[in-house]
């Protein structure tokens, strides 16, 4: 069972950028998908991007396309996202998860803890 950690949340100017990311441990990184969510105050958690085991394909909300970039290093057991040009309403707590399906459709079953990002005007 895959467990995963999250870093690089904070505080950060609208406009600006900040990189989180995602250590798994326990498991065979390259045997799962991975993705990150957020989740703002008294909303659901949304889906934010997604990439494939490999790395070769990777899926967007269209809130965040052309501003987010997921990528993963599977040597480093590490998945990122690259966050630019900052919004407020990119303020949210942001998860990271696995899916035991390589490819889509992705099935989420494992789940971080979550870091926060604020984005302040």
């Known amino acids: 069972q895959v467990q995963l950690v999250e870093s690089g949340g904070g505080l950060v100017q609208a406009g600006g950028s900040l990189r989180l990311c995602c250590a798994a441990s326990g498991g065979t990184f390259s045997s799962y998908a991975m993705g990150w969510f957020r989740q703002s105050p008294g909303k659901e958690r949304d889906f934010v991007a997604a990439i494939n085991w490999s790395g070769s394909n990777s899926v967007y909300a269209d809130s965040v396309e052309g501003r987010f970039t997921i990528s993963r290093d599977n040597a480093k057991n590490t998945v990122y996202l690259q966050m630019n040009s900052l919004k407020s309403e990119d303020t949210a707590v942001y998860y990271c998860?696995?899916?035991?399906?390589?490819?889509?459709?992705?099935?989420?079953?494992?789940w971080g803890q979550g870091t926060q990002v604020t984005v302040f005007s």
């Open positions: 998860a696995a899916s035991g399906l390589r490819e889509v459709p992705y099935e989420f079953d494992y």
